[in-house]
Protein backbone atom coordinates (compact mmCIF):
# COMPACT_ATOMS: atom_id res chain seq x y z
CA UNK A 1 0.00 0.00 0.00
CA UNK A 2 2.82 2.41 1.01
CA UNK A 3 4.63 1.84 -2.52
CA UNK A 4 1.39 2.50 -4.52
CA UNK A 5 1.16 5.93 -2.23
CA UNK A 6 4.36 6.64 -2.95
CA UNK A 7 3.47 6.22 -6.61
CA UNK A 8 0.50 8.54 -6.57
CA UNK A 9 2.77 11.36 -5.01
CA UNK A 10 5.18 11.06 -7.88
CA UNK A 11 1.76 11.21 -10.30
CA UNK A 12 0.83 14.43 -8.04
CA UNK A 13 4.17 15.99 -8.21
CA UNK A 14 4.48 15.71 -11.89
CA UNK A 15 1.17 16.59 -12.95
CA UNK A 16 1.64 19.53 -9.99
CA UNK A 17 4.96 20.65 -11.86
CA UNK A 18 3.53 20.39 -15.18
CA UNK A 19 1.24 22.98 -14.24
CA UNK A 20 3.10 25.65 -12.56
CA UNK A 21 5.21 25.95 -15.74
CA UNK A 22 2.18 27.15 -17.39
CA UNK A 23 1.86 30.19 -19.14
CA UNK A 24 -2.35 30.67 -17.37
CA UNK A 25 -1.95 31.77 -13.30
CA UNK A 26 -5.36 29.68 -13.24
CA UNK A 27 -2.58 26.76 -13.88
CA UNK A 28 -0.29 27.65 -11.76
CA UNK A 29 -2.47 28.25 -8.70
CA UNK A 30 -4.28 25.21 -9.44
CA UNK A 31 -0.69 22.92 -9.79
CA UNK A 32 0.33 24.51 -6.57
CA UNK A 33 -3.01 23.23 -5.30
CA UNK A 34 -2.03 19.94 -6.10
CA UNK A 35 1.68 19.79 -4.67
CA UNK A 36 0.34 20.36 -1.81
CA UNK A 37 -2.18 17.59 -2.18
CA UNK A 38 0.83 15.38 -2.94
CA UNK A 39 2.96 16.82 -0.01
CA UNK A 40 -0.19 15.87 2.46
CA UNK A 41 -0.07 12.13 1.14
CA UNK A 42 3.39 12.17 1.42
CA UNK A 43 3.86 13.10 5.10
CA UNK A 44 0.93 10.64 5.45
CA UNK A 45 3.41 7.87 4.05
CA UNK A 46 6.30 9.00 5.67
CA UNK A 47 3.63 8.97 9.22
CA UNK A 48 3.15 5.21 7.98
CA UNK A 49 0.16 3.08 9.17
CA UNK A 50 -0.24 2.33 12.76
CA UNK A 51 -2.42 0.01 15.31
CA UNK A 52 -3.08 1.39 18.49
CA UNK A 53 -5.27 3.14 21.18
CA UNK A 54 -5.32 6.83 21.44
CA UNK A 55 -3.03 8.42 23.86
CA UNK A 56 -5.43 9.34 26.67
CA UNK A 57 -4.16 10.14 29.86
CA UNK A 58 -5.68 7.67 32.80
CA UNK A 59 -5.77 4.40 30.38
CA UNK A 60 -3.23 1.65 31.07
CA UNK A 61 -0.21 1.04 29.32
CA UNK A 62 -0.41 -0.34 25.92
CA UNK A 63 0.86 0.80 21.84
CA UNK A 64 -0.31 4.37 21.90
CA UNK A 65 -0.59 5.79 17.98
CA UNK A 66 1.53 8.68 17.17
CA UNK A 67 -0.87 11.77 15.77
CA UNK A 68 1.43 13.82 14.87
CA UNK A 69 1.07 12.84 11.28
CA UNK A 70 -2.32 14.16 10.94
CA UNK A 71 -1.95 17.11 12.77
CA UNK A 72 0.55 18.48 10.57
CA UNK A 73 -1.52 17.22 7.42
CA UNK A 74 -4.84 18.88 9.32
CA UNK A 75 -2.21 22.02 9.58
CA UNK A 76 -1.36 22.30 5.96
CA UNK A 77 -4.39 21.21 4.88
CA UNK A 78 -5.64 24.47 6.06
CA UNK A 79 -2.48 26.96 5.51
CA UNK A 80 -2.83 25.35 1.93
CA UNK A 81 -6.72 26.16 1.54
CA UNK A 82 -6.14 29.69 2.72
CA UNK A 83 -3.04 30.29 0.40
CA UNK A 84 -4.70 28.88 -2.48
CA UNK A 85 -8.03 31.29 -1.66
CA UNK A 86 -5.56 34.10 -1.79
CA UNK A 87 -4.02 33.32 -5.13
CA UNK A 88 -7.58 32.92 -6.66
CA UNK A 89 -8.69 36.31 -5.26
CA UNK A 90 -4.98 38.27 -6.75
CA UNK A 91 -5.79 36.05 -9.84
CA UNK A 92 -9.42 37.75 -10.39
CA UNK A 93 -7.97 40.98 -9.36
CA UNK A 94 -5.34 40.84 -11.92
CA UNK A 95 -7.62 40.08 -14.75
CA UNK A 96 -10.32 42.37 -13.78
CA UNK A 97 -7.13 45.23 -13.60
CA UNK A 98 -5.24 43.98 -17.03
CA UNK A 99 -8.07 41.75 -18.86
CA UNK A 100 -5.73 39.30 -19.76
CA UNK A 101 -4.79 36.21 -17.53
CA UNK A 102 -0.99 34.86 -19.53
CA UNK A 103 2.08 35.32 -16.96
CA UNK A 104 4.08 36.62 -20.01
CA UNK A 105 1.64 39.13 -21.37
CA UNK A 106 1.90 40.65 -17.58
CA UNK A 107 5.30 40.85 -17.70
CA UNK A 108 5.12 42.86 -21.18
CA UNK A 109 6.34 40.31 -23.40
CA UNK A 110 5.63 40.23 -27.06
CA UNK A 111 3.93 36.63 -28.12
CA UNK A 112 6.96 34.47 -29.82
Known sequence: MESLMVVLVGVLVSVGTYLILSRNIIRIILGTAVLSHAVHLLILTVGGLKTGGVPVLGQKDGPFT???????????????????????????????????????????????
Not at 88 to 111: C, F, H, I, Q, W
Open 66 to 112: DALPQALILTAIVISFATTALLLVLAYRVYKTNGTDDVSELRGMPDE
